[in-house]
């Protein structure tokens, strides 16, 4: 199994900005013969697709007019995700799956039971002294670098858990033009929260009353 110890996972430093960059986004999975939520190295691409119907509703009698458009139900989320094969860990294994070295599952009929991803997306340190940051928590390393002008305040994250994922496709191509192999797969994801809010009817998601924004006004 891939550790990561190895020096493919070596951590490195990141520039500090005000724009999200992929070297600060970081995935992790069940990781087979590993830890629960080990991060998953050699990851090339990680998509997330969410979609949902909306439905309109009309009037008989009053024109071309829209009286409301209704969200119809949300359709699961879709990840995609492309990563180097490794002869010690293939993309299977790195989502849990007793594959490749670790065990025999070969096909996606093999999978018995789902798996969660947690995404972070880790602050830059320019981005941590905002002062309107909130729900963030501790990210799961410390500072790169070590001790610097400020100490060693650790960093923090904004966290996204999927959970009880799906593998709905896999594929893996060996070229003779290309020298590294990669593989594919696309996900289906049950649910997927940020771990410190609570969820339900009286969910804060903003555009309400008490806000800032105030409510659209069609709702006013």
Not at 26 to 47: C, E, M, N, W, Y
Request: glycine content about 10%; hydrophobic content about 35%.
């Amino acid at each position: 199994m891939a550790t990561n110890g190895a020096y493919l996972f070596r951590q490195g430093t990141a520039p500090q900005t005000s724009t999200i960059q992929s070297s600060r986004v970081r995935i992790f999975s069940h990781s087979a013969d590993g830890p629960k939520f080990q991060k998953i190295g050699v990851l090339s691409t990680f998509g997330i697709n969410e979609s949902r119907g909306i439905e309109v509703v009309r009037g008989l009698g009053f024109g071309d007019q829209i009286a409301e458009l209704v969200p119809g139900p949300t359709q699961p989320m879709s990840i995609n995700a492309t990563r180097a094969a490794l002869y010690t860990q293939n993309i299977m294994q790195a989502f849990g799956y007793k594959s490749g070295m670790s065990g025999l599952v070969r096909s996606l009929k093999h999978h018995k039971w789902p798996f969660d991803i947690k995404v972070e997306i880790v602050l830059s340190e320019y981005a941590i002294e905002n002062p309107s940051v909130k729900n963030v928590v501790t990210a799961s390393s410390a500072a790169e670098g070590g001790l610097n002008n400020l100490g060693n305040p650790g960093l923090t994250a904004i966290i996204t858990v999927f959970e009880a994922c799906w593998m709905e496709s896999f594929s893996v191509d060996y070229g003779v033009d290309t020298a590294v192999v990669t593989e594919n797969c696309s996900i289906q994801s049950s649910d997927c929260y940020d771990t410190v809010s609570v969820y339900g009817d009286f969910l804060d998601s903003g555009l309400n009353r008490g806000d800032s924004t105030g409510r659209s006004l069609r709702y006013t």
